[in-house]
C-alpha cells in the first residue's frame, strides 16, 4: 500500500497532473491530455481503467 495519495486525471488517468496556478488551486490540469477543471481523480485503480480507456481510444483513432 501506498502512503501517500496521489492525484489523477479523470479524462485520461494520467498522473501528471497540476494545478493550473496556486491562487485557483481548485482547477488541475492535465499535462498529457489538455484536461483542466475542478474534478480530480484520487483513486488509482479507477485511474487505470480510465487510462486503459483511454488508450484504446487513441489506438482506434
Ligand atoms: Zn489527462
Not at 18 to 29: A, C, D, E, L
Request: charged share 30%.
Amino acid at each position: 500500500m501506498k502512503a501517500f495519495k496521489s492525484k489523477f486525471c479523470p479524462n485520461c488517468g494520467s498522473a501528471n497532473i497540476k494545478w493550473v496556478n496556486p491562487q485557483m488551486w481548485s482547477i488541475w490540469q492535465c499535462g498529457d491530455c489538455g484536461y483542466s477543471g475542478a474534478v480530480i481523480l484520487e483513486d488509482g485503480k479507477m485511474a487505470e481503467e480510465i487510462k486503459k480507456k483511454y488508450n484504446d481510444a487513441n489506438k482506434e483513432k
